[in-house]
């Protein structure tokens, strides 16, 4: 197994999609992770908050859209009914802020998809119509140019009724709704060249950046992550007997999807099925690749930006970051270790310094503030934040599965949804196009 093939392998299970299937017992956690799932769970369901309701209002006029990470799953999705995403085993976070006057959805994008695919195909299940990848991008791409048909099942209810949404991404999803928000506010020049107007995609016209009133991104790789570049920096390789079994583990449940190493043996080094290598979501986590990628990406000047990071080490005697065992998952202890002594350049020039140790196991912590060069500022309670500019909340102590409930560092998640959506939905709303 190359070294791409076992970052990405890795980096993808230890988000938690594969820890069933890799022999996940829910009823039994190990002595170190506390008290069984089940034991949790039901301590959790005694803590869980009253009722909220938008004051006045009866419900907020805003649509709250989230959208998963790398590997993860929405309502679209069987697994999602036994183990949401939003929510993990404290109980489905979207149904239960739905009635708390905040109408949420949970979409459903490709789990190893880049974040331009998974943005045609939030579009296609917002709008209710057939994704459309788009004719310039699947011709370079190597794939088909359409995908499933949403008209029969849309995400929301009235698209064309023209309300506001807020989008909220964790993890990669946060890539995915910057790259959707810039791409329905600014369309796209290379699909407007190459197709027939009458078969362009509305998404791809743009003009329709006056939809989006806050975008969130949780536990982001905005900036990429050291949990890929530091595998491909010779000068760094810390040996590890257990990162090797983490990533075999990860590896032998990953390798049905397709990697780089297959990539490598077609015939015109192109992706599986003649896909481009560098149309998948592993790409998009590379620090360099990320920065350029947020150069296409344009701040909107009606749209409030907020960033939640997230960390879960803290520094040891040597000046490295390490995890805090009480607050990071198992499965990402090793990374996260890993990351927390990692600093070198990266192949665009781009230097990583001791700022990017701290981490939440897959992410680090300062990469998941705001896009370098943004304007931006940190975010204190009772501010009045205003459009285009990206405001910092104060970092999150939790590992990269905290924001979601987590797995086996369970904790109640609907305090934090709901003052966040509260604070966002007595926002002035913008008026007039992006």
């Given at each position: 197994m190359n070294s791409f093939r076992k970052t990405a392998a890795f980096a993808a299970g230890v988000l938690g999609i594969f820890s069933f299937a890799a022999g996940f017992d829910a009823a039994a956690?190990?002595?170190d992770e506390g008290q069984t799932l089940n034991a949790a769970a039901d301590g959790m369901a005694q803590t869980l908050p009253e009722a909220y309701s938008s004051e006045g209002s009866g419900g907020s006029d805003l649509q709250y859209i989230f959208v998963h990470g790398l590997s993860g799953w929405g309502s679209y999705d069987d697994q999602y009914k036994w183990l949401p995403y939003w929510g993990m085993?404290?109980?489905?976070?979207?149904g239960y802020l739905t009635e708390q006057g905040f109408p949420a959805y949970a979409a459903s994008v490709a789990p190893e998809g880049s974040a331009w695919d998974r943005a045609c195909e939030l579009y296609?299940?917002?709008?209710?119509t057939v994704v459309d990848y788009g004719k310039e991008h699947s011709e370079r791409c190597g794939h088909e140019r359409y995908g499933r048909d949403f008209s029969s099942e849309p995400l929301i209810p009235d698209w064309d009724e023209g309300g506001k949404l807020v989008l909220i991404g964790h993890s990669f999803g946060g890539v995915t709704v910057r790259l959707f928000a810039g791409l329905l506010a600014d369309g796209s020049a290379e699909e407007q060249a190459a197709t027939d107007p009458e078969e362009l995609s509305d998404f791809f016209r743009g003009g329709a950046g006056d939809r989006i009133h806050a975008l969130v991104t949780l536990a982001a790789p905005t900036n990429g992550t050291t949990a890929y570049d530091m595998n491909f920096d010779p000068s760094f390789a810390p040996d590890s007997a257990e990162a090797s079994k983490s990533d075999e583990r990860a590896g032998k449940i990953f390798s049905s999807r397709g990697?780089?190493?297959e990539d490598d043996e077609t015939e015109n080094g192109s992706g599986k099925g003649g896909r481009v290598d560098y149309d998948v979501a592993a790409y998009d986590m590379f620090i360099d690749n990320a920065l350029a990628l947020n150069e296409r990406i344009s701040t909107l000047p009606g749209t409030y930006y907020f960033a939640v990071p997230c960390s879960a080490t803290e520094e040891n005697a040597d000046g490295n970051q390490v995890p805090i065992r009480s607050m990071m998952e198992s499965r990402f202890r090793e990374t996260s270790t890993r990351m927390g002594s990692y600093s070198g350049v990266t192949a665009g020039g781009f230097v990583i310094d001791d700022s990017w140790k701290e981490n939440d196991g897959l992410v680090n912590t300062v990469s998941a503030m705001a896009p370098i060069g943004a304007v931006s500022e940190d975010y204190e309670p009772g501010m009045e934040p205003v459009p285009g500019i990206w405001y910092v909340m104060p970092v999150h102590k939790g590992d990269h599965m905290s924001l979601l409930g987590g797995m086996m560092k369970m904790n109640n998640v609907r305090?934090?949804?709901?003052?966040?959506?509260?604070?966002i939905d007595g926002l002035p709303r913008s008026a007039?196009?992006?």
């Open positions: 956690v190990r002595a085993l404290g109980g489905e976070l979207t296609a299940q917002l709008a209710g990697s780089r190493e305090p934090f949804y709901l003052e966040l959506l509260e604070m007039g196009k992006d």
